[in-house]
């Protein structure tokens, strides 16, 4: 599986930014599409995800409210729409492909089956 990812940038805080990501290769509808993020100086974060086959979601607690991530299963395209941010959401974004268990499990990222080559999010106060 191959993800390429576009989108993120430069937002100030409260602002909008979104994010895509376009699975190739062998995706199992199974499997889950979702993102990681890695703050300067923090460890990696499982941010949110989405089942291909069902569109069953994860989203980590601190951007409840503020993020949605939704699919298109038939192009594996999924995307993520960032509201409400904040200076704490700046990080670089990473597409990931993989169970769904390991986007909410701790080191789930160790299992990821295949990474997007990371955007970056800056969020200015």
């Known amino acids: 599986v191959q993800l390429v990812e576009s ?3 430069l937002a100030q805080a409260g602002g909008s930014l979104s994010l895509s990501c376009v699975a190739s290769g062998r995706t199992y509808d199974d499997y889950t599409i979702g993102w990681f993020r890695q703050a300067p100086g923090k460890a990696l974060e499982s941010v949110a ?3 291909i086959d069902d569109g069953d979601t994860y989203i ?16 594996d395209t999924a995307y993520m729409q960032m509201n409400s941010l904040l200076p704490e959401d700046t990080a670089v974004y990473y597409c990931a492909f993989g169970d ?3 986007f909410h499990l ?14 970056q999010v800056t969020v200015s106060s």
């Open 7 to 9: 989108g993120g940038g």
């Open 49 to 51: 995800g989405i089942r």
């Open 60 to 75: 980590t607690d601190s951007v409840k409210g503020r993020f949605t991530i939704s699919i298109d299963a038939a192009r």
């Open 100 to 102: 769904m268990a390991h």
């Open 106 to 119: 701790p080191d789930g990222d160790r299992h990821i089956k295949a990474w997007g080559q990371g955007t």
